[in-house]
């Protein structure tokens, strides 16, 4: 047994001088092409929402949960809306990696000056619509457009905007003047341009549902001295339009608010129905016109009662430059399981999908769209499938180099073996060119002779090169016959 291991160890010593070389050309080169690439992605993410009780902030939690499960953590972070988030992804200050943003917004949000910066940004795509969500107080519909007849009856409180059609009648004319609108159904908002002198809350200052607020009410010819404008968030909003200090409120966001799930349930509060909506989309291209189907809110009490047009823009999730693509692919993955599921204005997956955006889709997301998740995945861990599928072009390319450059091994193994005996054949020849010489010293020669056959008889070698080693010493033996003789 032990004379099997020191033959084994005996064979590794033979091969390691060789091999070396050859090993270390493959370390280094698999770990340039492991700097190169940077394979394996940060375990932290830092995702910018909105305010903690908006629909962003609770998709972000879903994302982080889902995240969590692959070894990252992700940072749920809390912002003021669109225009923050679109500020820290372009920034160095705070930093932030992704952040959900509300679509058609960028270029309002950002002077000219600034939208050079947003070149290193790239979309995830789109993935799901946030409808403009108009609600209002019944009464002050009732208060401020009046439409109610002597003994007419109200509507039962319920929030019932239904997609009705509304006979206006203008107070001046019938010319399509600026003027008191005046509604023939009792407490019903018709339109937007019905808003003149109301108080409005729509959001806070910079934010994304203010800038479009202030795009759409541009649109129906009213500004900002036509009516009395609130920018308070989409909380302390809420409890100021509860509480009759605001008229109408503004949101634009996903359904899954609770603040819009509250208010679609609340009785004297009512959702606006965009009549108007296609007109809309013509005007802004960003927008699309959706409908809120009946019942959908709540089915055992009808709510809404009829259908409601509505507008909606689409959300998107933007990555600043640099984001790792393992992380890009696997925002991706969650995006599907989040967004893909069938809601209240999207079927079963419709979404996540790679739209037309303002920002260049990521190329990883565009990998994503095309072939969807990686197949390793479904048999490798997510970190080790992560690896091969990004280091296989490499390694490969590699392999391709190293293979032709492996069949020098062998020969490199033959000639590092052969070299410990043939070595010794310098001497030998110097010793036999000095025994030629007149007045040579033999006494000499035969003491270098001596120690180069101890020096022979020490070399170790493969059983397979004895017999080189066996003519070393025949060869040295007929020297010192030679020498022996002419003494």
């Excluded at 993410?45 to 995240?67: C, F, I, K, N």
């Excluded at 509604?183 to 959001?203: E, F, S």
């Excluded at 640099?322 to 989040?338: D, E, K, N, W």
């Excluded at 040579?440 to 020669?445: G, Q, R």
Aim: with cysteine; net charge neutral; proline share 6%.
């Amino acid at each position: 047994m032990m004379n099997r291991v020191r033959l084994w160890v005996s064979a590794l010593m033979d091969w390691l001088p060789t091999l070396g070389g050859f090993v270390v050309v493959v370390a280094l080169s698999l770990g340039l092409s492991f700097w190169w690439l940077d394979p394996m992605p940060p375990r932290k993410l830092v995702l910018a929402t909105a305010t903690e009780q908006s629909a962003y902030h609770v998709l972000g939690q879903q994302y982080r949960d889902m995240l969590r499960a692959y070894g990252v953590e992700v940072d749920v972070k809390v912002t003021g809306g669109t225009a923050q988030n679109l500020h820290q992804l372009m920034g160095d200050e705070t930093r932030v990696d992704v952040a959900f943003l509300q679509g058609g917004v960028a270029h309002a949000v950002l002077p000219q000056s600034q939208e050079g910066a947003m070149g290193g940004l790239t979309s995830l795509g789109g993935l799901f619509v946030e409808p403009v969500w108009v609600f209002y107080r019944e009464d002050s519909a009732i208060r401020l457009l009046g439409g109610c007849q002597d003994g007419a009856s109200k509507e039962d409180g319920r929030t019932q905007p239904g997609a009705r059609r509304v006979k206006l009648q203008l107070a001046a004319a019938s010319v399509p003047t600026p003027g008191k609108v005046v509604a023939d159904q009792c407490g019903v908002l018709p339109g937007l341009h019905a808003l003149r002198g109301w108080r409005v809350n729509v959001g806070v200052e910079g934010s994304g549902p203010q800038v479009l607020s202030q795009q759409l009410l541009a649109a129906v010819g009213l500004g900002p001295n036509d009516l009395t404008l609130s920018h308070l968030a989409n909380t302390p909003g809420v409890v100021s339009l509860l509480e009759g200090r605001q008229d109408a409120m503004v949101f634009v966001s996903a359904p899954d608010a609770p603040l819009i799930q509250m208010l679609l349930q609340t009785p004297g509060i009512r959702l606006m129905a965009f009549e108007q909506a296609q007109a809309f989309t013509r005007k802004l291209p960003f927008l699309s016109a959706v409908t809120l189907p009946r019942g959908v809110v709540d089915l055992g009490r009808d709510l809404p009662a009829q259908e409601v047009p509505l507008i909606a823009t689409t959300a998107t999730l933007v990555a600043r430059e640099g984001v790792h693509p393992a992380l890009i692919q696997l925002l991706m993955q969650a995006a599907a399981r989040v967004h893909g599921r069938s809601g209240w204005f999207a079927n079963a997956g419709e979404f996540p999908r790679s739209e037309r955006s303002f920002f260049p889709l990521s190329d990883e997301a565009a990998r994503y769209y095309k072939s969807g998740r990686p197949w390793l995945q479904r048999y490798l861990p997510f970190w080790l499938s992560n690896l091969v599928d990004r280091m296989w072009v490499m390694m490969l390319s590699i392999m391709v180099v190293l293979i032709p450059l492996s069949r020098l091994v062998p020969p490199l193994y033959v000639f590092q073996v052969r070299s410990r005996i043939f070595r010794w054949y310098a001497r030998l020849r110097e010793v036999e060119t000095a025994s030629a010489q007149p007045n040579a010293d033999v006494s000499a020669l035969l003491s270098n002779l001596q120690e180069l056959e101890r020096t022979a008889a020490s070399i170790q070698v493969p059983l397979s090169y004895t017999e080189e080693l066996y003519a070393l010493r025949q060869h040295i033996d007929m020297v010192r016959e030679r020498i022996t003789k002419s003494a």
